[in-house]
């Protein structure tokens, strides 16, 4: 089965308002910026996103952000991005903050058909507020709900015209799981080859979790803080 579109934009064209998106990336890395901008462009507001970071101040998911088309966003780490803060703070941007271990466990559990499971992390804290609290062998868990959405939008280093996708480093950290709890997962990549052409023991996402993939166009990659050491 063939599943590539010619773009972002024909890829994403049917993404209405008011569901929820998944959005791989670990800060910017293996963020799937294309599909974003498509995104952006077709116009779907209201819309739930979960990802582990909320972009920065220039890239990443603060497109949809500035263009009022999310309405709550369910993420670990956001730190990095001002215009995340001005509307959390103006109450215009719903926000759960969900510990990384826990988000990261919540969407592969939606994505292995899990609906909930248990965990120590956030009892007696805000974390834990209004969900099911139990104990096993002395020690107390929360509950917590596995995630699931409409769409995932994930970014790979190579993919097949099946769908068989390879992550390279630190784009390996969400995508993969990302991709599997999306009901309609749209793979942005680098390389994009004939079936065959990837090794099947280097399959990261299997082609049964991908509906849609295209070729992005090259891009430069942004680091959120360049750090470097003075030379000795």
């Known amino acids: 089965m063939n599943k590539v579109?010619?773009?972002?934009?024909?890829?994403c064209a049917d993404i209405p308002s008011g569901v929820t998106i998944l959005v791989g990336g670990?800060?910017?890395?293996?963020?799937?910026?294309?599909?974003?901008?498509?995104?952006?462009?077709?116009g779907p507001k209201s819309l739930t996103i979960v990802s582990n970071n909320a972009g920065t101040t220039?890239?990443?998911?603060?497109?949809?952000?500035?263009?009022?088309?999310?309405?709550?966003?369910?993420?670990?780490?956001?730190?990095?991005?001002?215009?995340f803060e001005r509307l959390m703070l103006a109450g215009d941007l719903e926000v759960e903050l969900i510990p990384q271990g826990t988000l990261a466990e919540r969407i592969r559990a939606g994505g292995a058909g899990v609906p909930a499971f248990f965990t120590p992390t956030g009892v007696g804290t805000l974390v834990a507020q209004g969900k099911e609290v139990r104990e096993f062998d002395g020690r107390r868990y929360v509950m917590e709900r596995g995630i699931i959405g409409e769409y995932a939008l994930v970014k790979a280093w190579?993919?097949?015209?099946f769908g068989n996708?390879?992550?390279?480093?630190?784009a390996r950290n969400f995508n993969p799981m990302i991709a599997m709890a999306g009901r309609i997962t749209i793979a942005e990549v680098e390389q994009l080859v004939e079936p065959?052409?990837?090794?099947?023991?280097?399959?990261?996402?299997p082609a049964i979790f991908v509906q849609r993939i295209f070729q992005a166009a090259p891009r430069q990659k942004y680091i959120e803080r360049r750090t470097v050491r003075a030379r000795g």
């Not at 065959?196 to 996402?205: A, F, N, R």
């Open 158 to 161: 190579r993919g097949d015209r």
């Open 196 to 205: 065959g052409e990837i090794d099947p023991d280097l399959v990261h996402t």
């Open 26 to 42: 670990f800060g910017l890395s293996g963020m799937p910026e294309e599909a974003i901008f498509a995104v952006r462009d077709l």
């Open 165 to 170: 996708l390879v992550y390279r480093k630190t």
């Open 58 to 83: 220039s890239h990443g998911l603060v497109h949809l952000l500035k263009a009022g088309q999310v309405r709550k966003m369910m993420s670990s780490y956001v730190g990095e991005n001002e215009v």
């Open 5 to 11: 579109f010619p773009d972002a934009r024909s890829a």
